[in-house]
């Protein structure tokens, strides 16, 4: 279907090598598995079979090392290991473990090849297999991209069965009955006489025996737990409170501290005067530290308080310092010498397209803005460093610690929490490492860094800007072409640089979202334009295709009108994704669409595939004399397989809104240098009354499974443009929509 241009493979294959250090990789090292982390610290009794099962005498741990954003994988890891295991729900611990490269992504490199999802070819999937291979050789544990239930799946299950067998050889050995005449359920190994050995009774046992390899996972028939409804883990200690977060901890002896940087992102701080800050009740202390100032005081209220009385004088921003040159510099990026690849080119749409239709799109610079602010608690002593707070990268957190205070990586230990969202922002490491900053010059005494909330808006890394230009032609009532050109900043760019990584070969965030779309148009190409640096920015949910979905989806509305379709139809009707036609074919059911509504009411699709997942949404509006009103939400998406049905509707409809609240509402914008929106009013998102009805269908016709947390997000936006249109004949091109349009 789609040519990924000759480049973009082999600079990725050159790239491969490079982030190693130059040196090849051998199948050797890539098959041999990392060591138990878990045996490192075992103490006598307990027994450890895998990275992931830790047992004593009193109980069961879980390690579930993919970070816990609000999105229930603490929940889903465990739910693969009990499964295989035999543990009822919930009869056990769990916890996030130490960072290792024990727990490296398998899936990370399904995303970082130039191919389709949907391409299962030799091609795509050695080169699947080479960045898979490169991901582990680097130890790169992270949660993102939608990753963390097709890393899980499998190995997960594996681990649990590895300690139901190995359990069961423990009791063989105590019982003197043959493995083969026993079972497991309840976390107890079951003798043909009725009786019972619970598996913390054979932890001493287990703990002399070889874990057992030879497995064998179960039919899906024999689940008790995966595909059926789950209350998870968390949901008792959130809805009453309780749950502990990285802002919550409290150690012995601990001061509070918070910072200001130069508001003009990367600026340097020429000087301040904190006479009257020192002045103020609580204050401890008035630290200097790279890029600005930390204040120390006996609570974070009276840190922030202090912080506000310094005087600064900040620098110059190293980027444009008004937002209309943000805009201008993106503009004049459609040239040659700014293409980063050419990403799809079937036919010849540049002839085709030429004298056609044409239109141009816009995205913003969106913040993340997670509930909890972002905060680190830090302890240095000369032996080592103690960390405290939720991320998304663990092992990056350890090395970037270290560099600041003088350890080696494996001196910080790192206590990884629940985190009260992230959205993308917690894969940042500036907080921490200020923390550590901090810390270290007030070794002994622990110190927890908190962000005031004008401070996590004003030092945020938000969604690259982009924009897209399309052209288009049509005939017989058909859509047959498409040429789309997309220019942004590279995000993989500026958020890999501050870690000090160079990432060779085309940013495909720049073109995610648009070039793979299963569509099979006799015309259609899709270029990507490297855009210069300007604003600092990072991944937001959904990364590239949020932007992308909008641009892609929004353009062939537009074709499809001019074409004299329907739109539900001429998008089934394109669709050359088996997989993906089904998607469309359902929303359409659920929804019922039968074409246009009349009465001041409108329905708008969108299909965007992202993370591997085809994701369709319809989206119903009203246009009352109060504005638009956006009534019902209809959703589609095919993961391959269902973990917990729960889980997945609350993260499809909670995407859903966070899409469409973006979309409407949401955008970062810079003057002298420094962001206009200082906190939650100036970029609200969707208000409760707003809210829709949002009916969500899990399909499971996919090869492979994959994450839900992102692929809700892109459809959400262009479905609501294209819902306004067919409600009021108003095209919207540009975000956030209430520029120009009001929401009742």
């Not at 002896?253 to 130069?262: D, P």
């Amino acid at each position: 279907m789609g040519r990924v241009k000759t480049i973009a493979r082999r600079t990725f294959l050159i790239g491969s090598v490079a982030v190693l250090g130059g040196v090849a990789f051998g199948v050797y090292r890539v098959k041999t598995p990392y060591a138990n982390p878990l045996e490192d610290t075992l103490a006598e009794g307990e027994a450890t079979f895998n990275p992931w099962v830790l047992i004593d005498s009193e109980k069961v741990t879980l390690i579930t090392p993919h970070g816990d954003k609000g999105q229930g994988v603490a929940s889903m890891q465990a739910a693969l290991i009990a499964e295989e295991m035999d543990l009822d729900w919930g009869e056990f611990e769990i916890d996030f473990g130490q960072p290792d490269k024990a727990y490296w992504n398998r899936a990370m490199g399904d995303e970082a090849v130039p191919f389709m999802s949907s391409d299962d070819g030799r091609m795509a999937e050695t080169m699947r297999g080479i960045a898979g291979g490169a991901i582990k050789l680097l130890g790169m544990q992270g949660t993102g991209g939608s990753t963390s239930a097709p890393d899980s799946f499998v190995k997960l299950r594996e681990a649990g069965a590895m300690a139901r067998e190995t359990l069961k050889l423990a009791a063989s050995q105590k019982s003197g009955v043959p493995v083969g005449k026993l079972t497991t359920r309840g976390g107890a190994v079951h003798l043909p006489d009725g009786s019972s050995l619970k598996y913390t009774e054979l932890a001493g046992i287990a703990a002399g025996i070889d874990p057992v390899r030879d497995i064998a996972l179960r039919d899906p028939k024999e689940w008790r737990l995966v595909g059926k409804p789950m209350q998870r883990l968390d949901t008792l200690a959130k809805s009453t409170g309780t749950q502990s977060y990285g802002i919550d901890v409290e150690l012995d002896g601990m001061v509070y501290a918070t910072v200001k940087m130069n508001p003009r992102q990367g600026g340097i701080l020429n000087g301040f005067d904190a006479t009257e800050a020192r002045k103020l009740r609580g204050v401890k202390d008035v630290i200097e530290i790279t890029g600005g100032v930390a204040v120390v005081a006996d609570n974070t209220w009276r840190a922030f308080q202090a912080a506000e009385a310094i005087e600064y004088d900040w620098g110059p921003a190293p980027y444009p310092a008004e937002m209309e040159d943000h805009w201008a510099a993106i503009g004049a990026s459609f040239t040659e010498d700014h293409l980063d690849s050419t990403w799809r080119d079937d036919g010849d749409a540049g002839a085709t397209a030429e004298g056609g239709f044409e239109a141009e799109y816009r995205a913003p610079y969106v913040a993340h803005a997670p509930l909890e602010p972002l905060n680190a608690t830090v302890l240095v002593t000369d032996a080592a460093v103690e960390v405290w707070t939720g991320h998304q990268m663990p092992r990056f957190l350890q090395q970037q610690v270290a560099a600041v205070t003088g350890h080696d990586a494996e001196q910080v230990v790192f206590h990884n929490h629940f985190m009260g969202g992230s959205f993308g922002h917690r894969l940042e490491l500036d907080y921490v490492k200020q923390a550590a900053e901090v810390a270290n010059q007030m070794r002994g005494t622990p110190v927890k860094m908190t962000y005031s909330r004008e401070e996590d808006f004003a030092h945020d890394f938000p969604r690259h800007p982009g924009i897209a230009r399309g052209r288009g032609a049509v005939a017989d009532g058909k859509v047959t072409t498409i040429d789309l050109q997309v220019a942004m900043p590279s995000v993989v760019g500026s958020q890999m640089g501050r870690l000090g990584m160079s990432v060779p070969g085309p940013d495909s965030q720049i073109a995610a979202g648009s070039w793979n779309n299963p569509y099979s148009l006799p015309n259609y190409r899709m270029r990507a334009y490297r855009a210069p640096e300007l604003a600092p920015v990072s991944s937001w949910r959904s990364v590239g295709a949020s932007a992308n979905g909008f641009f892609f989806d929004s353009f062939l509305d537009e074709l499809i009108h001019e074409a004299g379709a329907d739109p539900m139809e001429e998008r089934i009707r394109l669709m050359g994704h088996d997989v993906s036609r089904k998607v469309l074919e359902a929303v359409a059911e659920m929804s019922s669409w039968s074409g246009p509504l009349g009465d001041g009411k409108g329905r708008g699709v969108a299909f965007v595939e992202s993370f591997g997942v085809p994701t369709a949404e319809v989206v119903e509006v009203t246009a009352t004399e109060d504005g638009i009103r956006i009534d019902k939400v209809w959703v589609a998406a095919d993961v391959g397989t269902v973990i917990d049905p729960v889980n997945f509707e609350n993260l499809v409809q909670g995407g859903v809104i966070f899409g469409l609240g973006h979309a409407m509402n949401c955008e970062i914008t810079y003057a002298d240098g420094m962001a206009e929106q200082a906190n939650y009013p100036d970029a609200e998102g969707m208000r409760m009354a707003q809210c829709p009805e949002i009916f969500v269908r899990g399909l499971e016709n996919g090869p492979k499974i994959r994450g839900i947390g992102e692929p809700p997000v892109p459809p959400a936006a262009p479905a609501l443009a294209n819902a306004i249109f067919a409600a009021t004949g108003q095209r919207l091109r540009e975000m956030p929509f209430s520029k120009f349009v009001t929401f009742a």
